[in-house]
T-cell receptor, first 112, second 115 residues
């Protein structure tokens, strides 16, 4: 079945540091790929997405590129802020029902 | 545009009791999902509705969990009787699918603690 693997956390960075969160996937067919973010006390929010190979999703300074050859969708940001502290989930959607399969999530803490 | 609404936000019950959660999706969204998120894990799909019909309930523990969406709008998820391992956040999501877009929007969730 479909699966998503995220790097182990938590991750702690200083403000303005570069961020990379690794995500790889296993799926049949051609899934769409997503990053969701969960800020403290809030629900899951879509951060960015990509629907086909080589697409780059971007939002709020975050970027991720759909790499079919390495089955990866790594999340990057050039300069993190304290307000980026949250839990980040990589997910894929496949099949006619567009069921989402999530990774375990990783907690990012950014210190001033 | 109002988001996905869920209630209650928190619920504490004892094992073997029953509990129900309510979800109101974004207006016009035909597809509704219930997910279970256990602490430290990603959300896992329990059931998917298209209008008032069940599309996928393969991961729903049907001996204790039930869900309905009678009029194709609001939905209720019930657990009876609850077990300790049901402690989790229950997330409702609704989906919009159109030209160039296919996105699920999540509610704030209901945090269930079973003692």
């Amino acid at each position: 079945g479909d699966s998503v693997t995220q790097m182990e956390g938590p991750v702690t960075l200083s403000e303005e540091a570069f961020l990379t969160i690794n995500c790889t996937y296993t799926a049949t067919g051609y899934p769409s790929l997503f990053w969701y973010v969960q800020y403290p006390g809030e629900g899951l929010q879509l951060l960015l997405k990509a629907t086909k190979a080589d697409d780059k999703g971007s939002n709020k300074g975050f970027e991720a590129t759909y790499r079919k050859e390495t089955t990866s969708f790594h999340l990057e940001k050039g300069s993190v802020q304290v307000s980026d502290s949250a839990v980040y989930f990589c997910a894929l959607s496949s099949g006619a029902n567009s069921k989402l399969t999530f990774g375990k999530g990783i907690t990012l803490s950014v210190r001033p | 545009e109002a988001g996905v609404a869920q209630s209650p936000r928190y619920k504490i019950i004892e094992k073997r009791q029953s509990v129900a959660f309510w979800c109101n999706p974004i207006s016009g969204h035909a597809t509704l999902y219930w997910y279970q998120q256990i602490l430290g894990q990603g959300p896992k799909l329990l059931i998917q509705f298209q209008n008032n019909g069940v599309v996928d309930d393969s991961q729903l523990p049907k001996d204790r969990f039930s869900a309905e969406r009678l009029k194709g709008v609001d939905s209720t998820l019930k657990i009876q009787p609850a077990k300790l391992e049901d402690s989790a956040v229950y997330l409702c999501a609704s989906r919009v699918k159109g030209a160039g877009t296919d996105t699920q929007y999540f509610g704030p969730g209901t945090r269930l603690t079973v003692l």
